[in-house]
């Protein structure tokens, strides 16, 4: 009879202490998902942190120095104006033209930066682009020349062949009748649903191997709906537009193994040299290659003033493994004085505008994308 008792004790010892087991089993194993859980979204909050910033270095890099970084000079402001505006902007030229259309990479360590991370960004110009809204009459319901002819020209392999392009794109505005509000609209063109819609610059080359230009073309580094007009910018041409125009496309190492090209282009890169790219393409030719015929052709839509406005920077943040990569479009505005209250003696205490002092400007975000 004791035995029996003390088998069955023993049995419910046994089940109460595999209860107990599969209990702390379970508790570590929540505790376990939640501390992953947990890393994760600081990781993802990291990331996205990350991503912020590598917008904040793409407008660091592309606003104009202030007189003061630019150095101190006895001359005149007048005097200044003119050169000072050319050296700014020669000075921006050398930080972002070799790295347009590719990526920019930063290492962040916890050591110094508090973070473990990566900071991948790349610059673009929507005025390299074509303003989809600018080039086409609503009225007439048909594109515009010369850009008619170009977009004729335009194929996806092996979706819609040359002309086909142009058609569904008319067709398209016909029934939708007015203008587009995002360039992801074209999105419902039949044929252009095969078509990546955010651009990727080119990838790093393997350890040994060659670096590789892009092959495809995608919508928003084709079209655009931020620039004011229909004219496209020879210097700040897409990397899609290259591939259209037959020109040489971005690699991602040209920043180091072109130096002496951008030099050169840069050195040469006058404002005066911008109102006449059709007789001036020998400054370009070393970064883009042999002039196409159809530069000629598109001269009348080139801009006459020297630099860009508007830009889409595409910046990316990775913790870990985890990466958050958004889009922004910037564009560059005037920022409006502050109104100041007059003050009661207006003849003691008011303070005249110093002449030649040009406008602020700053890098504004118009929209942002997650991708």
């Given at each position: 009879m004791m035995n029996?008792?003390?088998?069955?004790?023993?049995?419910?010892?046994?089940?109460?202490?595999?209860?107990?087991?599969?209990?702390?089993?379970?508790?570590?194993?929540?505790?376990?998902?939640?501390?992953?859980?947990?890393?994760?979204?600081l990781a993802r909050e990291q990331a996205e942190l990350l991503a912020y910033s590598g917008i904040e270095l793409a407008r660091a890099q592309l606003m104009l120095a202030d007189d003061a970084e630019e150095g101190a000079s006895t001359e005149s402001a007048d005097e200044q104006k003119k050169?000072?505006?050319?050296?700014?902007?020669?000075?921006?030229l050398k930080r972002v033209l070799p790295h347009l259309n590719r990526w920019q990479t930063c290492k962040l360590n916890n050591k110094t930066d508090q973070v473990d991370g990566t900071i991948t960004f790349c610059i673009s110009s929507e005025n390299g682009k074509l303003n989809i809204n600018e080039v086409f009459n609503f009225e007439q319901m048909a594109f515009k020349k010369p850009f008619d002819d170009i977009i004729k020209k335009l194929e996806i392999k092996p979706t819609l062949k040359q002309g086909e392009v142009h058609d569904r794109l008319v067709e398209f505005f016909k029934k939708?009748?007015?203008?587009?509000?995002?360039?992801?609209?074209?999105?419902?063109?039949?044929?252009?649903?095969?078509?990546?819609?955010?651009?990727s610059p080119p990838p790093a080359p393997a350890k040994g191997k060659p670096s590789v230009a892009n092959v495809n073309v995608t919508l928003l580094d084709v079209f655009t709906v931020w620039t004011p007009d229909d004219k496209i910018n020879p210097l700040w041409f897409s990397d899609s537009w290259c591939g259209i125009l037959g020109l040489r496309r971005p690699h991602?190492?040209?920043?180091?193994?072109?130096?002496?090209?951008f030099k050169k282009v840069i050195e040469q890169c006058k404002p005066e040299a911008q109102t006449d790219w059709d007789n001036q393409w020998s400054i370009l030719e070393p970064m883009y290659g042999q002039k196409p015929k159809i530069i000629s052709a598109i001269k009348e839509n080139f801009p006459k003033e020297f630099g860009s406005t508007v830009y889409s920077v595409l910046s990316c943040g990775k913790v870990e493994e985890v990466e958050c990569k958004l889009l922004a479009i910037l564009q560059l505005q005037t920022v409006p004085e502050k109104k100041t209250e007059k003050p009661k003696d207006k003849a003691q205490n008011e303070v005249k505008s110093e002449p030649g002092v040009q406008p602020k400007k700053e890098l504004k975000i118009l929209r942002i994308y997650w991708l």
């Open positions: 029996k008792r003390s088998g069955s004790v023993v049995l419910y010892a046994l089940m109460v202490l595999a209860a107990m087991l599969f209990l702390v089993q379970g508790i570590i194993k929540g505790v376990f998902i939640n501390n992953r859980f947990t890393a994760n979204m050169p000072d505006e050319a050296k700014k902007a020669k000075g921006m939708h009748k007015k203008r587009l509000y995002d360039v992801s609209e074209l999105l419902l063109v039949p044929g252009l649903q095969s078509l990546d819609i955010f651009y991602a190492d040209d920043a180091e193994k072109q130096k002496e090209v």
